[in-house]
């Protein structure tokens, strides 16, 4: 983002090419590069007499002979322009996401609030406000965003988000565009109002207790596609060019260490992987045709944002005295807020591009501006007004009355379409929904999961994986489930509870998932229980000792046993099997006895959902504590 | 323009003729595209299909064992409670440190850390005398020593929670833990049923040295989880196979691994509910360490000894296997062995 010299402004973000000169500047007819505005501005050229520019505007011939006399603003402020000081903002908070996602694992955890841009994400607050009633331990610190939003407006699209901040820097990397046509991509379009429209149906099934917002959240977008298919494919690749660097005899040592997982025996793997991946290459991809696609037509966190930007005391004020309608400053607005003419308030993303673009400094971010019409006398304290446009601002989204009605008749539709899916109701659900240790009751987890899949992202097995559409239908779509063919749920570990930022893992301790010292009377959580099939099992089906799952089995007493007897073999020989089964006051689920069973394909152990300890509906001993 | 008359001869204005340059350059490269394509496709060829296959690199490992020193026992066996000082004794008996450990040897020692259990549950090597002996074999003038597993539970979970990672890392040693990458097929000449087997290869490149230690405990299967056992937690892929016919795997281990020397690890004996335990009623305090050249031996002694049970007839079969193979012997009472109280 180098176009510092240029001076004009810093595209940074959206263009990094230069800027044409100010056709207006020294006009040539036929060559005014505005298509419709030019005659427009070379007109209003004529009218208005010629005022002094920033002498920083680099097209300009110099407005004195002596270039010394020339008003030049030193240099680090030109370095630090407002827009310049929002990249680093951005890079930081870019990294610290990163970071974040790298230090979300058992050996470099160390209280980093690796949750924290979930927890300050006011849709996951509000949306669980909604389907709770409640706000969850550290979801309070959304504040740090609600009321600086309420006073700024949508900074934190464009300053913070690192889902915004990663399709800026693609769309602005990959950016083909002449700049007159950057004018007309970066306009407002009724399009953009669909974000709203999906905030509604969002908060209205939250109402229901269905909460949808993590499916386009851009924050849990982010962690999940980190979680299921960044963190996996940049580990895969490092870990094998890590090998064969040593092969060759070079250190690899901080490839190693830069891997997100380390200390891993096979590579992670996520069911449906491929779909969020493509997901996000495709949503990153329509930056190439609509900038900040997502950001200005799907965010759901966005939309929030522009309500709440409705009150901003502070929003971008044009000097009609100064603006000669050039549009220039919609050729790099990254919310297409429409700068140029009424502001569309919650639009504005206060990227402050549009400001650093104006050649005329016409731009401003203002403290209550009031709204200018053109006065008849063309005066506006006592100086001629040049633009044509109003200054005004539209302070509510492009959500009309009909709109709202329409949409909030499908929100209430939606909830029973999704909830009647067989998978998330009590009457049918699925064997293999298995939810981790310390999550609450099916119904309340509904309310509660937002689908960032932080706890897959910790797991340090990879049992967690996210919900197909089997599991749990469109509703519980990428929810944590655990694949006891893929991982185990590790005894003394608690992590999963740890990171979730909404309390459907409810944080629990190793005492309290195991019933020790005070969790006695409890007992220990059971996420399901372990059957044998008996028509696979190597010691009931074939004649030959097995019982791996036996070994493994980490409670004590162990929760399978085996029958021993001695049988003669088809070819005579006497063996000795040790078939087991299932003590089932014993078991917690854990799976360990699936995942390490050699019918590598449909285990002859497995666990499934039935007994678990968090629902009533779903248990299965009349006792089921430890006799 | 203008519609070109049908009944006109089509011959092309000499001025639209290419250049000779340009026909050779054109014709020139069209040729060499069309006359690479065969010999490309040729050297290609494949035409069995075995070609094709990938071949899979195989590699052996090497034979640790060192000579023995003249007079040294073949078991060295140390009580008491101070570990350095029994380790001291253990392996003075056998031969000594510096009989084993050379200046600038790379050592790997192999201890158990299969479970993410605590080291007072008894289900992996103890901690401290990890630690006492990674000092030994320090001042002995190693190089670099490493401390390699691969466990059956979440690799840095077993190895935090078991207080082994923290331990090496206090003793100076560099821990490895399993990746990906790390696994390369090991061809074990004579095995008999792991001719050729995924193994943890990455620390033991450039190992001249290696030495296990290993806890005693009770195993659900094999009947009992010592020294020799302990290798298995050398090996990666299908792991779980090998319950189905686990005597023979063990025997095989002991041929795949010809350690310097072994520790066996009898500071807390697991009794019963193994090899995972999860209770301190399967633990029993054993305050025991055995220094051993011969796994079996000391595996059978421990058995006899510190699992307490004192029928030979109920020694693992593992033992009489691997005795027969020739790599050791069980016979713990007859061979030379050295036994004092230390502290």
Known sequence: MSCGGKGGGCSCGSGGDPKPPANAAQPAPGNTGLDGNGPELLSLMQRVPARPRPAYFASDPPPSADPKTARKAPGWMRFFRITRVRVISQAFFFGLFLFFCWVTWFSRLEGYPVSLFLEIDPLVAVATAISTHTVYRNLLWSLVLIIPTLVLGRFFCNWMCPYGTLHQFIGWLFNTRRNIDKVAINRYRPIFGLKYILLVIFFILALFGSLQIGLLDPICIMYRTVATAIAPA?????????????????????????????GITDPRIFYGAWFVGLVILGLVGMNLIIPRFFCRVLCPLGAFLGFLSRFALWRIDRDLTRCTDCNLCVSHCEGASDPHAALRKSECFVCFNCIDDCPEDALSFRFLPVRKHAPAAGLLFGRPVISKRAETEIPAPDLSRRRLLFTSVAGVLAYPFLRLSAAVNPGAFHAKAIRPPGSVEETEFLERCIKCDQCLNVCPTNVLQPSTLKQGGLEGLWTPVMDMRIGFCQL?????SEVCPTGAIQKISVEKKLGLKQFAPDGPIRVGTAFFDRGRCLPWAMETPCVVCEEVCPVSPKAIGTYDVQIKRWDGKMVTLNRPYIRPELCIGCGICEHECPVADERAVYVTAVGESRSKDRSLLLRSKET | MRKQNASA????????????????????LTAAAAGAAGPIWWALRDPTGERGKPSEPVFRLRNYQVDPAPNASVLGIARGEQYEAMLRMAIGAIGGIGHFIRKGDVVLIKPNVAFDRSPKLGATSNPEVLAALIHLVREAGAAEVRVADNPIESPENCFQKSGIADAAHGAGARVYLPAPSSFEMLEVPGAKLIPRWPFFYL????????????????????????????????????????????????ADLALMMRPTFVILDGTRVMLKNGPTGGDLSDVVPGRTLVAATDMLAADAFGFHDLLGRKADSDRPEYLAIAEGRGLGTQDWRNVARKEEQVG
């Open chain 1, 234 to 262: 940049y580990d895969l690749s490092a870990d094998t060019l890590a090998s064969r660097m040593e092969n060759a005899g070079v250190d690899a040592g901080f490839l190693r260490a830069s891997l997100f997982r380390p």
């Open chain 1, 492 to 496: 003394n570990c608690t992590l999963c």
């Open chain 2, 9 to 28: 001869p089509r011959t092309r204005d000499p001025s639209e003729w290419p250049s000779r340059r340009e026909f050779l350059r054109r014709v020139g």
């Open chain 2, 203 to 250: 620390p033991f490149r450039g190992v001249n040295k290696v030495i296990g230690i290993a806890p005693v405990k009770d195993h659900n299967l094999c009947s009992a989880s010592m020294t020799t056992k302990n290798w298995y937690g050398l090996l990666g892929g299908r792991r779980n196979q090998f319950h189905q016919d686990i005597h023979n795997i063990i």
